[in-house]
């Protein structure tokens, strides 16, 4: 079966969409393209957030007092709903960093023993 060029791009486990856009509005807040732009960029062009998932994903983050949001207008001159990171967020933002670490270890010593056992 010959490859698109979407079978390159890492299909992102689930939970991690929430850190990756935490931690994409540590650095300021910004509206929905523009984050899944980052997120895309940050990644070397291997993460795309498609809108059916971003969107859902920043209200849910917004309901649970992670994310504040007012609306401005884009660098395109667009009305648009720029979210902010709380201090709800912040702390969010480093329990999941923390979780992230734990996985990574985790699969690593799954995939590479350091025993030699495979």
Known sequence: MPRTPDDSRLDLLQGTLDMLILRTLQWGSQHGHGIGQMIRTQSDELLKVETGSLYPALHRLEKRGWLSAKWG???????????????????????EQDRWTQLVTAIGRIMQPIDGKE
Request: proline share 0%.
């Open 73 to 95: 207008i884009s660098e395109a001159n667009q009305r648009a709903k720029y979210y902010a990171l709380t201090a709800a967020g912040k702390a969010q933002l480093v329990r």
